[in-house]
């Protein structure tokens, strides 16, 4: 996470769909905005949530009247990858019903929100041919919106994790935004090793001793803005390659098996493990201030479908710029 000194959203309301554990939210608090809905089903999730920001999200976003939503600037949302079954020729709003993308459209034509913020993995840009992002860009366009889209890699921006996203920034067209001006790319300066505990914070069950590890004899000298593998355990499928602490992390995921499942392994100290809860939070952009579930299984989980808030926080920085340099034309 990065020291935001700019309040580039102050005075400004969003709401948080598709809430997870709040990283949309932490991003525009940290600039000025405010909260003033959230919305998740997972109760694990949620119960986090709450232990961070002091309001449940309410639950199931389709049963939940557009109506009853307070009025506000932003909407948020990191909606769920769904395969849109692409049947009309129209590809807009009509066609994106049955997808969890039509619950956030039909809030927007009912709330007329200024800015819609949106997020989803990299092979939503690409799904289909283009045609699944050509139904929510031509939603957008039909509800009154400009939009705009690009892949970001949170190595680009700070982050010591190759994970690309594809985001979405629409405005909607009074405002006069045509186009959105994403942040632009800076060298990296941090690794893995800047993000992980002290060797004492580290319980012994998350080391890994095993006869079947297996080393490439490259050594650990030398630092790099990629991943750095150093060896596998096993077979050496996903969640059983060793990565060195001096690159960047293997993209954090929400499921996987192999000993190092869901975050890679590492060579720390001379030892080998996988990262720990806290660590993936920090890789995420989460403070250690951040409440994070008690569960290890859960907290995997939940940062690997989480989003990278330094990258929410530079585009969000972005977005009130913008706003504001058009509106005090």
């Not at 932490?26 to 119960?47: M, R």
């Not at 889209?149 to 190595?155: D, E, H, P, R």
């Not at 355990?233 to 293997?250: D, F, L, M, P, T």
């Not at 940062?303 to 710029?321: H, M, P, R």
């Amino acid at each position: 996470m990065i020291i935001v000194e700019n309040k580039s959203l102050e005075g400004m309301s969003f709401i948080d769909l598709f809430a997870g554990l709040g990283g949309f939210r932490i991003s525009l608090e940290s600039l000025g905005a405010h909260c003033v809905y959230s919305n998740e089903w997972d109760k694990y999730a949620q119960e986090v949530y709450y232990n961070n920001f002091g309001d449940v999200p309410e639950g199931d976003i389709t049963l939940v009247d557009e109506n009853t939503i307070p009025d506000h600037d932003i909407l948020c949302a990191g909606f769920p990858c769904q395969a849109f079954s692409i049947s009309g020729k129209q590809r807009g709003f009509e066609d994106s019903r049955g997808t969890l993308f039509f619950d956030v459209a039909r809030i927007v034509k009912c709330k007329k929100p200024k800015i819609v913020f949106m997020e989803n993995v990299k092979n939503f840009a690409s799904h289909d041919a283009g045609q699944t992002l050509e139904v929510v860009e031509n939603t957008m366009k039909e509800l009154g919106y400009s939009f705009s889209y690009k892949v970001l890699n949170a190595v680009d921006f700070g982050v010591p994790q190759k994970r690309e996203r594809v985001y979405m920034v629409c405005f909607r067209n009074d405002i006069g935004i045509e186009k959105f001006k994403f942040p632009k790319a800076f060298e990296l300066k941090k690794h893995v090793e800047d993000f992980l505990l002290s060797e004492k914070e580290i319980p012994e069950k998350y080391y890994v001793e095993r006869p079947d590890i297996y080393m490439n004899g490259k050594e650990d000298n030398e630092y790099s803005a990629k991943s750095i593998r150093l060896g596998i355990v096993n077979k050496g499928g996903q969640g059983e390659r060793i990565y060195s602490a001096k690159g960047i992390a293997v993209t954090l995921s929400a499921y996987g098996g192999g000993v190092f499942a869901k975050t890679g392994g590492y060579l720390v100290n001379g030892r080998y493990r996988r990262l720990l809860p806290r660590e993936c939070a920090r890789i995420m952009g989460y403070p250690d201030s951040y409440k994070i579930s008690s569960n290890d299984n859960q907290a995997y989980k939940q940062f690997g479908n989480s989003v990278v808030i330094d990258v929410l926080q530079y585009i969000a920085k972005e977005i009130g710029s913008q706003y504001e340099g058009k509106i005090n034309e």
